[in-house]
């Protein structure tokens, strides 16, 4: 079984900063990607970065230039690092991991809880 767990979240006065972490769990043999959504009240679900099968960075334009997503593939980790945040960046993070390889007792897709990030102007 695997588990996708988020921590880091906070609240911040606005241009503060925040290091959101995931990491995923259970079977060292099921190896995730990881990527970031978020979800304010009364919003839908919003995606915010990723790193792609090509190992490239893709952002969200109202994150472009604050956020920067990496990762740990050793530790089965990945991290969000949000700089300048504002007040309209308060909403519920959460990690969603892809698994790299299919393998049969890895779930393909696997979603964090998700950690609450809380900007006040």
């Keep these: 079984q695997v588990r996708v767990v988020e921590s880091g979240g906070g609240s911040v006065p606005a241009g503060g900063s925040l290091r959101l972490t995931c990491v995923a769990s259970g079977d060292p043999n099921c190896r995730y990607r990881m990527?970031?959504?978020r979800q304010a009240p009364g919003k839908e679900r919003e995606f915010v970065a990723?790193?792609?099968v090509d190992d490239a960075a893709g952002y969200d334009d109202s994150v472009k230039g604050r956020f920067t997503i990496s990762q740990d593939?050793?530790?089965n980790k990945g991290f969000l690092q949000m700089e300048s945040l504002k007040p309209e960046d308060t909403a519920m993070y959460f990690c969603k991991g892809t698994v790299k390889q299919r393998r049969i007792g890895c779930p393909p897709i696997q979603w964090g809880q998700g950690t609450q990030v809380t900007v006040s102007s």
């Design 35 to 37: 990527s970031w959504y």
């Design 50 to 52: 990723e790193i792609d």
């Design 73 to 75: 593939s050793a530790e």
